[in-house]
């Protein structure tokens, strides 16, 4: 494999979460509206497992297991018994909102967010879980309608997240111990460009940004200037991430939700994965801590 290729013709309605878990060789990623969650190993097998719920935003758990964002909270996954256990609950008070992307940082802090679900009001906020478990709001990046990204610099000084609906794209600086700081406008997305969804960074400093109803995946260099741009045959892209044995493969997941039957049957590989060779390298996703309870 060397140019874009789907890889796996999965029709997802909300395909997400797409992350590459080092230790298992494999792809992973979800589908939000079905909530499913898919693998991909280097072998070519597949495996796909259901949740009750809206699965989101999964990650490696260094006791074993995924820990994955739902619509009200974080759950332990155990994939050999198919079982989903909560273990901190979220804006209860907010029934109009689910969670959406994550990521885990350099030093393994898990970053996730939640969304209006309507996609409406500007309800959503983003958390942080530290090392020790424990859980709380970054107040800093303020009220989202619709949270996306984060993702972080490879040396561990940046996060970068969007607001999807305002088409921006913020990044913040991350202290030693891994702490955010102001917010700053870091990119704007035009008319033409559709919305800013998931993203990932290389080893290079280029930040990957996937764009909804835009159809095509733009690498940023430092600075925020256009380098590098991938053409895809969907419209809609949400999640990318680096993968494969040398991390030099860009996994893409995109989504057939928001299409009618026309753009279906026009785009049929709408909500599939794909995967392209490049010569950029990414990095594996980080195992988190198991939260502290709080039910």
């Not at 874009?4 to 589908?31: R, S």
């Not at 940004?209 to 741009?229: L, M, N, Y």
């Not at 949400?238 to 785009?267: H, S, W």
Request: proline share 4%.
């Amino acid at each position: 494999m060397s140019g874009l290729t789907c890889v796996w013709d999965g029709k997802a309605e909300l395909g997400e979460g797409v992350f590459w878990h080092g230790q298992e060789q494999a792809v992973f990623w979800v589908d939000i509206i079905l909530s499913n969650l898919h693998r991909l190993g280097a072998d070519g097998a597949t495996n796909s497992w259901h949740f009750p719920g809206q699965i989101s935003a999964v990650v490696p758990c260094e006791s074993g297991g995924f820990l994955a964002t739902f619509e009200n909270g974080l759950s332990h996954l155990d994939l050999e018994t198919s079982t989903a256990t909560q273990l901190v609950v979220l804006e209860n008070e907010l029934p109009n909102n689910r969670f959406n992307d994550g990521y885990s940082d350099t030093r393994g802090q898990f970053w996730f967010g939640s969304m209006d679900n309507n996609q409406r009001d500007v309800s959503g906020s983003f958390y942080c879980m530290d090392r020790n478990g424990d859980v709380e709001q970054v107040i800093s990046f303020g009220k989202v309608c619709i949270t996306n990204g984060p993702t972080f610099s490879t040396d561990g000084h940046w996060t970068f997240f969007t607001d999807s609906v305002k088409k921006k794209v913020y990044r913040a600086p991350l202290s030693n111990e891994g702490k955010a700081g102001v917010p700053e406008l870091y990119l704007e997305f035009g008319e033409q460009d559709g919305f800013p969804d998931g993203m990932c960074t290389d080893t290079e400093g280029g930040l990957w940004i996937c764009h909804f109803a835009g159809s095509r995946v733009t690498r940023f260099s430092e600075g925020g200037k256009i380098d590098q741009v991938i053409e895809m045959p969907v419209p809609n892209i949400t999640k990318c991430a680096f993968g494969g044995p040398n991390l030099q493969t860009l996994y893409i997941i995109t989504a057939a939700t928001a299409l009618d039957e026309v753009q279906r049957k026009e785009y049929p590989e709408s909500g599939g994965l794909f995967a392209i060779d490049l010569d950029y390298q990414g990095v594996a996703s980080m195992t988190v801590a198991r939260p502290r309870v709080t039910l």
